[in-house]
């Protein structure tokens, strides 16, 4: 199998998405609520990004995988470059995380779908939101910033909103109410009805906010009644 084949599938933003919930519920609920909230805008701003300047990929016929969309910035360098760039505030050893995003930032031109222009604004955004979210809550301005995104992006900002609102009253509710079990094998268990939950949003757009709010309070009233 080509190295940059298997580099880039690290890329994929539903690969971060998975782990969220295994990040909120053993590692740390605060540090994971930042998270998520931190990859889905980042995911804001790039469908925002891509949709607004519509800049072209590379021409099709020298693609060596799938890919769909505008060029401007590389989604998969973003994401990932978000998520280890957060991580790598908070513990320096995840900094070797962001060599990481570096090869998926540099297999996505290697592949041949995308431009080098693509895959450093991808990188820059990533920087920039993993920062934001790592040292400011955004979660109010997050849900302003999707809503008006709608003209540009469609219900694709209604899903992200639905998400960062749902989850967000959650999990506010969650850490006062309710308090995080000792139990490591609990937690594990509590991360997968999380995980069970939350993709209902991504297939059913309007449900996201239901999904949201259940797969964080759903999973936290749980440990409560359990620990």
């Known amino acids: 199998m080509n190295l940059w084949l298997l580099i880039t599938e690290f890329g994929n933003e539903k690969l971060y998405f998975a782990l969220i919930p295994f990040i909120y519920f053993i590692v740390d609920r605060k540090m994971g ?4 909230l ?11 990004l891509k949709n607004f300047l519509k800049l072209p990929r590379p ?15 590389s989604g998969h360098t973003a994401i990932s470059t978000t998520f280890w760039s957060f991580l790598a505030l ?8 962001l060599i990481l995003a570096v090869l998926i930032g540099i297999s996505r031109v290697m592949l041949e779908v995308h ?11 990533g920087m920039l ?9 955004v979660t109010i301005p997050a849900i302003m910033f999707a809503i008006s995104l709608y003209p540009i992006i469609g219900v694709t900002s209604l899903k992200i909103g639905g998400y960062i609102l749902g989850f967000g009253i959650a999990h506010r509710i969650s850490v006062e109410r309710f308090e995080a079990p000792e139990s490591i094998k609990l937690r594990l268990i509590l991360s997968f009805i999380s995980l069970a939950i939350l993709p209902l949003g991504f ?7 239901i999904a949201g709010f259940l797969g964080c309070f759903v999973p936290n009233y749980i440990g409560e009644a359990l620990r």
């Open 33 to 36: 609520w930042r998270l998520f």
């Open 59 to 73: 021409p099709k016929n020298l693609w060596k995988t799938s890919a769909e969309g505008y060029g401007f910035p």
């Open 203 to 209: 297939y059913y757009p309007l449900m996201s906010p």
């Open 90 to 97: 908070r513990r320096k050893i995840f900094a070797i995380g």
């Open 115 to 125: 431009y080098v222009r693509d895959v450093v604004g991808g990188f820059l955004i």
């Open 38 to 48: 931190a990859l889905l805008l980042s995911s804001l701003a790039v469908v925002a």
């Open 129 to 137: 939101i993993g920062a934001l979210a790592y040292y400011i809550d």
